[in-house]
């Protein structure tokens, strides 16, 4: 099946299944902005628990905060983003369509390492165990034409973003034959500057009334606490300040269902370091970073480090963490070394110092800073994406049906445990019952007792729930269930006693969290 149609049937699942819905849909929706239903916000708060505990619990050099949304807007002035928060916007003159131009050329860089892969491909099954892909790379005349036309279209890229040369980014496009998905013609406007802000205006009278802004990231919350979270907790550096919260960007092409969007949340980690160490903090951060995500089991293959070809202005290092998606490798989280950029600029701009003294060097300093940067929304779409399985299984009669299951980690999702009586008679319900009451105390339970028992698992299967328990008429008497697992359809005679430990050793974040020591 083609890597868009996955796609489509997983932004299908996510709304037949309560997962995700448009934002006031029955008003025909709003562009590029979200709802997460029954299942879908369970998810993502599992998720956000996930990343804070191993941010918070595993690091007693790590405490969190809750910022406000509003803030004062000299904050963004002295940031950068007043005057700097822009993306290069081109617009195609025939389908009247809006794209970014940098994601139109990294998307073409795409399609060449796309001709790669089909070409070594293509030789390892025609090759078989002899094949030899480093040497293939380096010598076959097709794929080194395609690393070399690719290059050349790298370095004039990196070049113009850096020189943010936005005549030579229209030039990349229109010498490369880029053309609009939609119209299918290269007729392209000029690039220009796009600023992403929301403003909006705070006061009691429109004349009295001050411009603000919606925040376009969470970090400068933590930069302007610095000192009041180092005091009142008394935080020798290095440490570190985490935050989860909303942030809104008017992007210029929110597409892609929920992976870029108009609001959407963030779960961000500032960790403050002394000058001249930030480089090897950023090493550490990054590998701490790649094995939290390995840790969710997804398949380790599907992550890799991507280095940003422009730094932003406040960076000396910076890179992505990416996730194949169904629509190829995408920044699933950022790691930055920002400097003291953000500090001093607070610092010049409030006229209040912000220094950190260090008994170890007897000096104060302003304190550079390691940046973890997570985009809640495009995490949740990527162990979506991940978990998403179809999957061809024999029927009782012997027969081939299919069903979909959802493979999300235990301790991810969002029901844990379906209880089910066999049939709706002879007591059966009542035990379901009984047994789910004493669960619920542990565990985010699901009664159900609608339609056949193959019928209840499939549903639960679709949803991601790990284990289902079975009543049937034998419970009574042998004090037994029948326990379903998810993935493997297998089943198993345990004790109603056992049901709590049984459950809770799998779907406990321990297990996880000792993977991340």
Aim: proline fraction near 3%; charged fraction near 30%; glycine fraction near 6%.
């Amino acid at each position: 099946m083609a890597q868009e149609d996955v796609f489509k049937k997983l932004v299908a699942h996510c709304k037949e299944y309560g997962f995700v819905f448009q934002s006031s849909e029955i008003y025909d929706g709003l562009g590029a902005v979200y709802d997460y239903g029954q299942y879908g916000v369970e998810l993502k708060n599992n998720l956000k628990k996930y990343w804070w505990d191993s941010m918070v619990l595993l690091n007693d050099n790590v405490v969190g905060i809750d910022s406000a949304i509003f803030m004062h807007p000299t904050v963004w002035k002295a940031s950068g983003h007043v005057d700097a928060f822009n993306d290069p916007l081109i617009d195609n003159k025939d389908s009247k369509k809006r794209y970014r131009a940098d994601v139109l050329i990294e998307d073409l860089l795409a399609k060449y390492d796309a001709k790669v892969d089909k070409e070594v491909e293509k030789a390892a099954k025609r090759f078989g165990d002899s094949f030899d892909e480093k040497m293939y790379r380096e010598t076959n005349p097709r794929v080194l034409e395609n690393i070399q036309k690719r290059e050349e279209i790298h370095q004039c890229f990196v070049k113009a973003l850096n020189d943010n040369d936005l005549n030579e980014l229209r030039q990349i496009i229109i010498d490369n034959d880029v053309v609009c998905p939609i119209s299918g013609t290269k007729n392209w406007t000029e690039v220009r500057q796009f600023n992403l802000m929301f403003s909006t205006e705070m006061g009691s009278t429109s004349e009295g009334a001050q411009k603000i802004y919606l925040r376009p990231e969470t970090a400068q919350g933590i930069f302007v606490n610095f000192l009041n979270v180092q005091k009142t907790g008394r935080m020798k550096i290095p440490f570190g300040i985490a935050q989860i919260g909303k942030a809104f960007r008017n992007e210029i092409v929110a597409r892609q269902f929920i992976f870029r969007m108009r609001e959407f949340e963030q779960m961000e980690m500032q960790f403050f370091v002394p000058p001249g160490q930030e480089l090897e903090w950023f090493e550490k951060w990054k590998a701490i970073r790649m094995k939290w995500h390995k840790s969710l089991g997804l398949g380790d293959h599907k992550y890799r480090f991507h280095d940003h070809d422009k730094l932003a202005h406040y960076a000396n290092a910076a890179t992505d963490i990416e996730y194949e998606m169904p629509f190829g490798f995408k920044e699933v989280e950022g790691i930055h070394s920002r400097t003291d950029f953000d500090l001093s600029q607070h610092q010049k701009f409030s006229g209040k110092k912000i220094s950190y003294f260090d008994p170890e060097r007897n000096e104060s300093y302003v304190p550079y800073v390691v940046e973890t940067s997570i985009g809640v929304d495009r995490m949740f779409l990527s162990i979506m994406a991940g978990a998403y399985c179809e999957e061809e299984v024999e029927g009782k009669d012997g027969s081939k049906e299919s069903r979909v299951v959802l493979k999300l980690p235990a301790v991810l999702a969002p029901v844990k445990l379906a209880v089910l009586p066999l049939v709706k008679k002879d007591g059966l319900p009542e035990m379901a019952r009984k047994i789910m009451d004493d669960l619920k105390f542990h565990f985010n339970c699901q009664y159900d007792e609608k339609d056949s028992i193959g019928k209840r698992y499939r549903r639960q299967d679709a949803i991601g729930t790990p284990f289902c328990i079975t009543i049937d008429h034998d419970t009574p008497s042998d004090q037994k269930v029948t326990i379903r697992y998810r993935d493997t359809m297998e089943q198993e005679r345990v004790n109603i006693s056992d049901l709590k430990n049984l459950i809770a050793d799998k779907v406990s974040m321990t297990e996880l969290f000792k993977k991340l020591a």
